[in-house]
Nanobody, 126 residues
Framework: QVQLVESGGGLVQAGGSLRLSCAASGRTFSSYAMGWFRQAPGKEREFVAAISWSGGNTYYANSVKGRFTISRENAKNTVHLQMNSLKPEDTAVYYC???????????????????WGQGTQVTVSS
């Protein structure tokens, strides 16, 4: 069992930056691929970024490519999402998630992730 806790959300102006963090419990964190998803009001949860167990492979949604960077620190059981050049359409609750089955990562489907955090709100004002 893995527990995930996100932090770092907040209110920022368009063009600004935020860094989200996800702290994981459990000794198996380093063997899991990790992902970030987001959900805006009235919309389905959507894929943002993913990273393999080693951090050697990263994947991004087209909407955030070039602006967001996912990274992980296995020694600290933490995964990060650096978000730059934020836009109002990035406003959502952001969730981190762990994929037990595919350590190389890359899945953009919520169904492939086994553990989820409670989410952190990101609001980008225009």
């Amino acid at each position: 069992q893995v527990q995930l806790v996100e932090s770092g959300g907040g209110l920022v102006q368009a063009g600004g930056s935020l860094r989200l963090s996800c702290a994981a419990s459990g000794r198996t964190f380093s063997s899991y691929a990790m992902g970030w998803f987001r959900q805006a009001p009235g919309k389905e949860r959507e894929f943002v970024a993913a990273i393999s167990w080693s951090g050697g492979n990263t994947y991004y949604a087209n909407s955030v490519k070039g602006r967001f960077t996912i990274s992980r620190e296995n020694a600290k059981n933490t995964v990060h999402l650096q978000m730059n050049s934020l836009k109002p359409e990035d406003t959502a609750v952001y969730y981190c998630a762990a994929d037990r089955v595919r350590p190389r990562g890359g899945s953009s489907s919520t169904r492939d992730y086994d553990y989820w955090g409670q989410g952190t709100q990101v609001t980008v004002s225009s």
